[in-house]
């Protein structure tokens, strides 16, 4: 496996259920975030970790968790989501922090919420 | 106020013409990252370019080149010889900021379809 991989790639959940999205990068890399994509709207950055350590969260609802258990890892824990929570969830990471360094992404989750 | 604008929502383009995406960007910061993404329907967000506020020269890399005008602050992608696989929505971003709290902002992305 080369890259960032997500997994699942396509998930449907009813408002009670407790689901987690995967990434997983091979990169070496020591930032990793996640991105929500909402048909008709900018990307919007969620999370934030650099070095397993969560720098920013972006008002967030407590409903979506993550979690970075080492640097080549990252979930996000969903629970009692709401249809207009359903988007693409995009998991990316970059060597640092720093202005210059680019972000690379995975496939993507395309989440639907019943 | 937005941070990257990307006036063109859709875009259409013969086969193996050049085709010019316009971005333009605010930020007070000097030193910055601009970048250049496509989304194909999968949905992928491949990386296609980067221009750092410090470079001098225009960014290359293969069919595609980064037209930067500093002064004006556009960061324009130019994909020359398009090929039908370059149908996808085209996303611009700047990551600016201070310290550790970069953040990476996209415009809203321009739909480009490349007629046969």
């Known amino acids: 496996e080369t890259g960032v991989t997500q997994t699942p790639r396509h998930l449907v959940m009813g408002m009670t259920n407790k689901k987690s999205l995967k990434c997983e990068q091979h990169?070496?890399?020591?930032?990793m975030y996640w991105y929500k994509q909402s048909a008709k709207k900018p990307l919007e950055l969620m999370f934030v970790y650099s070095l397993e350590e969560r720098v920013e969260n972006n008002s967030v609802p407590s409903r979506f968790s993550p979690e970075c258990p080492n640097s080549s890892h990252l979930f996000l824990h969903l629970h009692t989501l709401q249809p207009e929570d359903s988007a693409l969830y995009l998991c990316?990471?970059?060597?640092?922090?720093?202005?210059?360094?680019?972000?690379?992404f995975g496939p993507g989750t395309r989440l639907t919420v019943l | 106020a937005q941070k990257i604008t990307q006036t063109q929502p859709g875009m259409f383009v013969q086969e193996k013409e050049a085709v010019t995406l316009d971005c333009t960007y605010d930020?007070?910061?000097?030193?910055?990252?601009l970048f250049w993404y496509k989304q194909p329907s999968s949905g992928e967000m491949i990386f296609l370019i980067y221009?750092?506020?410090?470079?001098?020269q225009n960014a290359t890399e293969g069919r595609y080149s980064l037209n930067f005008q500093k002064a004006r602050k556009s960061a324009n992608l130019v994909i020359s010889a398009s090929q039908l696989g370059d149908s996808a929505m085209y996303f611009c971003a700047m990551r600016d900021g201070r310290g550790s709290n970069y953040k990476l902002t996209f415009g809203k992305g321009t739909l480009l379809t490349v007629n046969p």
């Open positions: 930020t007070s910061d000097p030193s910055y990252g």
């Open positions: 990316a990471s970059s060597q640092d922090q720093w202005a210059r360094d680019t972000q690379y």
């Open positions: 221009q750092g506020s410090y470079d001098q």
């Open positions: 990169l070496g890399h020591n930032a």
